[in-house]
C-alpha cells in the first residue's frame, strides 16, 4: 500500500440502469463492506446481509438478511441477498451493510447493478 | 457543482488522537449523513442519531439515538450525541448514521474528534 493510499478504501461510480440515474458506493471496513445503492440520493433501507455458520448441503455458506432501517419488505431482503452475496464470497465471507433505495428492483436492473458494485470493488 | 464532481460526498481524513491513530469517513446522502469515526478500521457500532420533532424549553431540537448494530451501551449514547449533533444541527437537522469503534472515548479524545469531523464536512 503506497503512503497516500488512505485506510479505508472507498469508490463510487454514478451510472444509468435502465434509465434511471444510479449511484454506488462502496466503503471497505476490517469486519464489514458498506455498499449504498441508491436511485433517490437517499441512503434508502439499511440491511445487513451476514453469512451463516451453517452451510447448505454444497458446503456453501447460507446468508441472513436484517432491515436495521427503513421499511422492512420481502423484496428487500432477496434483492439484498441477491446483489452482494457475491461480494460477502469474495470479501472471505465478510458482512455487508447494504443501503438500498431503488426505484426498478427488476431482475434485469438487479444483473446490471451488480456489474456496477463489481466495478466499485474495494474488498 | 462541476460535472465531474460526484453526486455523493465523501470525505475522510486519519489522525492521531491522544496518540492512537484515528480515521473519519463522512458521506452525504440527501436523507442522512454517514459518519464513520474508527480507532479499529472496524465499523463499530452503528447508531441512528435523529432530532426529535419535539423542542426543549428554549427551542432547540433533543435527539433520539439508537444502536442499530453491536453493544448497546450507555456510554455509546453519550458519545454520539456528543460527536454529532451539530453536525444535524449545521445539516438543516439531518438525522445521522454513525458508526463508532473507539478505543479511547475520553472529553478530550471526544472534542478532538468533534474537530475531526469538522474538517471532513460534506453536509
Not at 19 to 36: A, K, L, P, R
Not at 57 to 77: A, C, N, Q, R
Request: charged letters at 20%; one cysteine or more.
Amino acid at each position: 500500500m503506497s503512503a497516500t493510499e488512505p485506510l479505508i478504501r472507498t469508490r463510487q461510480t454514478e451510472t444509468k440502469v435502465n434509465g434511471i440515474s444510479t449511484q454506488v458506493v462502496c466503503t471497505e471496513f476490517s469486519n464489514y463492506i458498506f455498499i449504498v445503492l441508491t436511485q433517490y440520493g437517499k441512503i434508502g433501507t439499511l440491511i445487513s446481509v451476514t453469512p451463516d455458520s451453517r452451510s447448505n448441503d454444497i458446503g456453501t455458506p447460507m446468508f441472513s438478511t436484517k432491515v436495521l432501517l427503513g421499511k422492512d419488505e420481502p423484496l428487500t431482503h432477496v434483492c439484498a441477498k441477491n446483489l452482494v452475496t457475491f461480494v460477502s464470497q469474495e470479501a472471505g465471507n465478510r458482512p455487508i451493510l447494504l443501503g438500498l433505495a431503488l426505484k426498478d428492483s427488476s431482475l434485469e436492473a438487479i444483473k446490471h447493478m451488480k456489474e456496477i458494485i463489481k466495478s466499485c470493488q474495494v474488498w
